[in-house]
């Protein structure tokens, strides 16, 4: 079998072995392996196509097709700033511009170094009465402003360093 690859395989086979090494059961093996990694690693994605008697470029096919799987890792803390119409005109734009100031991110850098922070622009967030908003891990923030969005971002540190 192939357990001999070390720790950093036993958790996948372990999930491949829950769904019985069957190709058809691929989407749910790489919900829980992104789940457990917080995205789909390229090394484990070929371990999982050798383990399931699958091409690695099914596996890539699929991680790729579907908008909920990422290829890269995300932080601990995913951030959601609105920038739908009635945010826009709010001025999301500047949140989004303060955000990325503060933890060093941009268009093309999305996750702080530290894995701490993912920022991603979403399209809307349906909460359109409390525009501008910013999404938390599924904590909602309305009526937000750049000076609000760093004042929690510092209240998010000041705890992750406490807990550190």
Known sequence: MMRE?????????????????????????????QEAYSYL??????????????????????????????LEPKGKYLIKVCDGTACHVKKSTDIIKTIQQEL?????????????????????????GLAPVIVINDEVHGSMNPEKAKELLNKIKEEESKNA
């Open 5 to 33: 690859l070390g720790t950093k395989f036993e958790l996948v086979c372990d999930i491949i072995d829950r769904y019985d090494r069957k190709p058809y059961n691929l989407v749910a093996i790489l919900q829980e392996v």
């Open 41 to 70: 690693p390229e090394d484990i994605m070929a371990y999982i196509a050798t383990a399931l008697g699958i091409p690695p470029g099914a596996v890539f096919g699929v991680a790729t097709f579907y908008s909920h799987f990422t």
């Open 104 to 128: 060093g991110l941009n268009e093309s850098k999305k996750t702080s170094d530290d894995l701490l922070f993912t920022l991603e622009t979403v399209a809307c967030l349906g909460a359109c």
